[in-house]
């Protein structure tokens, strides 16, 4: 087995025996089972296949505490997935996000320390906070409302938006704002999952908590909708193939002519 395979092997062992020890205390069932080897097997195979594009020969040290939230935030999904069948086990829950949540204050500083920063990393930890809010909101939607799961859904339906509107997905500048924001929904979630707020104090801290993550993201669209013509708009995916596997033949190089830009790209704090 090559080093690179290594990590999503091992996180694909990892949490099947986080199912396993979920089932020997918590009762998990088949419909959790079936909701955790499917969390497993997409991190698996979506990790693995980062690795081989990023030509990484490993996971690094901020990479496996990626790794760890990623699995805590499958066996959540799995409790979660299972009360279809019986209520979940709140105290578990809650613990196995809190315990991820923590978590994501230390993979940063760990990639920084370490001088292991890559592009993988980020997506692999953005995509880690997102599955997580996620879970949590559809949790906190039982008891709630499904309004909640806007929450959850935001980001999935930007990422959706941005395949027909690629300016969508150009990069953002950095933001404290952004990311108070962003932090704010996972505690907002683990405390409210955990049922120590009364309902209507509970439904006013989601609520602020959704309007907080509906300003960010209105914010950032604005500021990528004025400055779409300035930004590199992403290469499609199919065309990026087509580059790669040299489908297209390459264009004939010509000399470079300066253009000016008319506004420069603006910054935001």
């Known amino acids: 087995m090559s080093r690179s395979h290594q ?9 099947v025996g986080l199912l396993a020890t979920l089932t020997a205390t918590t009762g998990l069932g088949l419909v959790g089972w079936l909701a955790g080897v499917a969390h497993a097997l997409a991190v698996y195979t979506a990790l693995d296949a980062g690795l081989r594009r990023s030509g990484a020969s490993g996971l ?42 923590v978590l994501d204050a230390v993979d940063g500083r760990v990639a920084r320390r370490t001088g292991t920063e890559s592009a993988l990393g980020a997506r692999f930890d953005m995509e880690s906070d997102a599955f997580l809010i996620l879970v949590l909101s559809v949790f906190v939607a039982g008891s709630l409302g499904l309004w909640v799961l806007a929450i959850g859904l935001m980001r999935y339906v930007f990422f959706a938006a941005s395949r027909p509107l690629p300016w969508l997905g150009a990069p953002l500048p950095p933001s404290m704002a952004r990311k108070a924001v962003a932090a704010a929904q996972g505690v907002v979630l683990v405390v409210t999952a955990a049922g120590v707020l009364p309902r209507p ?8 908590a959704l309007a907080g993550l509906v300003w960010s993201f209105g914010r950032d669209i604005a500021w990528l909708h004025r400055n779409r013509r300035a930004v590199v708009a992403p290469v499609r995916p199919r065309l990026r193939y087509c580059l790669r596997y040299r489908l297209i033949p390459p264009v004939p190089e010509r000399p470079a002519t300066p253009v ?3 506004h420069p790209v603006g910054t935001r704090g």
């Open 7 to 15: 990590g999503p092997v091992a996180g694909l062992v990892a949490q």
């Open 260 to 262: 000016q830009q008319p």
């Open 60 to 101: 690094g040290p901020a990479d496996r505490v990626t790794l760890a939230r990623m699995i805590l935030a499958g066996g959540a999904a799995a409790l979660v997935a299972d009360t279809v069948r019986a209520p979940a086990p709140v105290a578990v829950l809650v613990a196995m996000a809190a315990v991820a949540l």
């Open 201 to 208: 104090a509970a439904m006013l801290l989601v609520g602020a």
